[in-house]
């Protein structure tokens, strides 16, 4: 199980950061992109290219930065997924933590119990013994 949760949050560190990488990258594109237009426009004008294929190259540049823009939306949006779930999974790790220490405290506690009883035990056994009598139990250990 813990293996799982270490591979999911790798995976989600991953994802976040193709996600934080293409909104870096993105206004970049924009731009180059935005220069290329406008150089091919111009050369398309001076080399009288007509208005009909211009238009088809802006648009389809139009549509183009559309899909970039949508593929944005969509990376901001499981980026902020992961987010929410590196959350959870952390909150659920303290909450185990916490739980793991409550039971090594009470392990503790009780190991100290059990150590006082068996010296009460070693107690009784030799009280016992220096009376004359023999035991009717006997440990395990001799």
Known sequence: MEGNTFL???KI??????????TAIFPFILAVRKEREEKAKL?????????DAVQKIVTAAGDLQDAYGELLEEMKKRNQEYKSEIDGLSSKIKELEKSNLELKL???EESKIISELIEGVKLL????????????WKSRGG
Do not use: C, H, M
């Open 8 to 10: 999911d949050i790798i």
């Open 13 to 22: 560190v991953l994802g976040s950061a193709l996600g934080i990488f293409i």
């Open 43 to 51: 050369s398309a004008e001076r080399e009288s290219i007509g208005a």
């Open 106 to 108: 009470k392990v503790e």
């Open 125 to 136: 056994t030799k009280q016992v013994e220096e009376l004359g009598k023999e035991p009717a």
